[in-house]
């Protein structure tokens, strides 16, 4: 008996299981493969030899919080209490994961939609509650009367995610007044925002739900240190949230992980006094332009991509499979990994198109763009 029989090995470890196997480039897991922040590993190495190793408070190492606080206030102007409304968590994945035990009962059902980060679904499973998958448009624009119309006063949560993994999209002004309004009909619908992409945007900032002051009540913001300081083996994240909710939610933190890493928490401590957060969505846009520069003479249409380091290319001009076969394909002829698309939805919805992670160095980017042109 099996408490979660439908969820198998995720399409992440199955394209980089393969990519291993045949020598591929490896553009499907979204992680960077160039060094971190020279900034950053000495702040560590000096760390590792003082007295940092034993356990922080279970919200997290005070220093760190109010940093978090202050970048929040310097990028979106929200003022937060350090000590009561963020919690330091292991990564985004156990942000998501605790809000949801946390806050989501038996029969209560959560909104995702689709395509989506892989992520939400099993802790929703896991509270005996049923995930409702709303697909976007076919231009990955949410479409709010069907999520209006899949909303009932069993819906506990919506879950969003901005900017967007895998679509690079981000949300308008007039998706969170869509947003909005439903919460004005149903007063019990709390939103999980997942926002680990924030500080990778390019021409146009994301509007985090920080400045949406009619969901600072009933919203959870998740952000991710892995993400935004090129750590994601440090699985350090931490999650924004208002005191009654922040209190149910550290209930089932203090007995998931108690507290996280001190090491990585105090080097992060330091290193948010240093670092330039603008930096990241310039290196990345340099990224993108670069890749989709090298992609031109290929077959592939490339998809537009306001935030996140994932490029969407559709292949219809190339060939009539499937996407999971393509992605094989494109892995045992033509040496790269990408992740099909249709393994975001729940339905496996296939628009031929696949996702390319830009997060690599020139060197990786060139080397795959020059097999991908070849196709
Ligand atoms: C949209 C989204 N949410 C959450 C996560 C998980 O982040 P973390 O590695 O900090 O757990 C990822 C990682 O790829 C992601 O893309």
Redesign the pocket.
């Given at each position: 008996m099996s408490k979660l029989p439908n969820i198998g090995t995720s399409i992440f470890t199955v394209m980089s299981k393969m990519a291993t196997e045949h020598g591929a480039i490896n553009l499907s897991q979204?992680f960077p493969n160039f060094p971190v922040d020279s900034l950053l590993t000495d702040i560590v190495t000096q760390l590792a030899k003082e007295n940092v190793h034993q356990y922080l408070p279970m919200a997290g190492y005070p220093p760190l919080l109010s940093n978090i606080a202050l970048l929040v206030k310097k990028s979106y102007r929200r003022i937060i209490l350090p000590e009561i409304e963020i919690l330091i968590t292991?990564?985004?994945?156990?942000?998501?994961f605790t809000t949801i035990q946390a806050l989501v009962e038996t029969d209560d059902e959560v909104i995702i939609l689709d395509p989506s980060?892989d992520?939400y679904e099993a802790p929703v499973l896991l509270c005996n509650a049923t995930p409702v998958r709303v697909s976007l448009n076919d231009d990955y624009t949410p479409n709010w009367d069907t999520i209006a119309k899949a909303c009932s006063a069993n819906t506990k949560m919506i879950i969003i995610?901005n900017p967007?993994?895998p679509t690079g999209k981000i949300l308008t002004q007039s998706d969170f007044e869509a947003l909005e309004s439903i919460l004005k009909k149903y007063p019990k619908i709390i939103v999980l925002s997942?926002e680990?992409?924030e500080y990778i945007t390019f021409e146009e900032k994301h509007i985090s739900a920080h400045t949406r002051i009619n969901l600072l009540n009933r919203c959870v913001m998740?952000s991710?240190?892995?993400?935004s300081f090129h750590v994601?083996g440090w699985?350090?994240?931490y999650l924004v949230a208002p005191e009654h909710l922040m209190n149910e939610i550290k209930k089932v933190h203090q007995f998931l992980v108690f507290s996280v890493n001190s090491l990585c928490q105090v080097a992060i401590s330091e290193y948010l006094d240093v670092v330039s957060i603008e930096g990241i969505g310039i290196l990345y846009q340099e990224k993108r332009d670069h890749f989709r520069e090298l992609l031109k003479t290929s077959r592939f249409e490339l998809l537009p991509c306001e935030g996140?380091y994932f490029q969407v290319a559709s292949y219809a001009a190339i060939s009539n499979e499937n996407d999971v076969d393509f992605c094989k394909r494109l892995i045992t002829e033509y040496g790269v990994a990408a992740i099909p698309i249709s393994s975001f939805y729940e339905n496996g919805k296939d628009l031929h198109l696949i996702r390319f992670c830009f997060a690599k160095d020139n060197a990786t980017l060139e080397e795959a763009a020059k097999r991908l042109c070849k196709i």
């Open positions: 979204g292991a990564g985004a994945t156990q942000a998501i980060y992520c995610n967007h993994n997942d680990v992409y998740v991710s240190f892995g993400k994601t699985k350090v994240g996140t």
